[in-house]
């Protein structure tokens, strides 16, 4: 099936660095990534939606000078979180949809990465 | 607007046991509901779904029926296996909407 790879798989940062995670696709091409962040004993929620060449969609209540995201080709995506902060530490974790489908079952989700701000 | 909620806690329990996992939503019109399961290093994966209520979504023993009455859509699995054990999101798309949204997940732990 479709794997989608994130890099790292764990990431500790000091207080005002900007950390950048990446998210591939590694056997299909994705025209749509999705950004979701968890928090400790709460849901997944959607961050951005990118489209690839184009500006990311963002969640409200979603900085999205804070969290830049990157979808320059068909099988990388970026998220950088900018000037870190503890608060940022969370759970990222990103979803790949490939060229010509548009259901949920052709969304493929990655590992995620943990965040640590300290 | 649309959210998902699962039951609190992880979820512990002996091979070959029956499992439930309660999720009940709320979302505007005629949502599709799903379940995804995580293994440990992994992402998560598509386990079943059902698009429309009292469908019953099925998967490697699992199943779960859409009830629009009570609005939930319950994960089972009669006999489970150590190799079952990971983490369970129940989540909702509206009709036309790929937005997926989420419920907080549920750790389970099947012990031999």
């Known amino acids: 099936g479709a794997v989608v790879s994130q890099h790292p798989s764990w990431v500790i940062c000091k207080s005002g660095t900007s950390v950048k995670i990446e998210c591939r696709s590694l056997?299909?091409?994705?025209?749509?990534m999705f950004w979701y962040r968890q928090f400790p004993k709460q849901s997944l929620m959607l961050m951005a939606t990118?489209?690839?060449?184009?500006?990311?969609?963002?969640e409200q209540g979603v900085e999205k000078d804070k969290f830049l995201i990157n979808h320059a080709s068909l099988t990388l995506s970026t998220l950088t979180v900018t000037s870190a902060h503890p608060e940022d530490s969370s759970f990222y974790i990103c979803?790949?949809?490939?060229?010509?489908?548009?259901?949920?079952?052709?969304?493929?989700f990655g590992p995620g990465t943990r965040l640590t701000v300290t | 607007g649309n959210s998902v909620t699962q039951m609190e806690g992880p979820v512990t329990l002996s091979e070959e046991a029956f499992l439930t996992i309660n999720c009940t939503y709320t979302?505007?019109?005629?949502?599709?509901l799903f379940w995804y399961v995580q293994y440990p290093g992994e992402g998560l994966q598509l386990l079943l779904k059902?698009?429309?209520?009292?469908d019953k979504g099925s998967n490697k023993g699992f199943e779960a029926t859409y009830r629009k009455e009570t609005t939930s859509f319950h994960l089972e699995k009669g006999s489970v296996q150590v190799s079952d054990s990971a983490v369970y999101f129940c989540?909702?798309?509206?009709?036309?909407?790929?937005?997926?949204?989420f419920g907080k997940g549920n750790q389970v732990v099947v012990i031999p």
């Open positions: 979803s790949a949809r490939s060229r010509g489908t548009s259901g949920i079952d052709e969304q493929y």
């Open positions: 056997d299909f091409q994705a025209t749509t």
């Open positions: 990118s489209n690839e060449g184009s500006k990311a969609t963002y």
């Open positions: 979302a505007t019109g005629y949502p599709s």
């Open positions: 059902a698009t429309k209520a009292d």
């Open positions: 989540a909702l798309a509206s009709y036309g909407n790929n937005r997926l949204a």
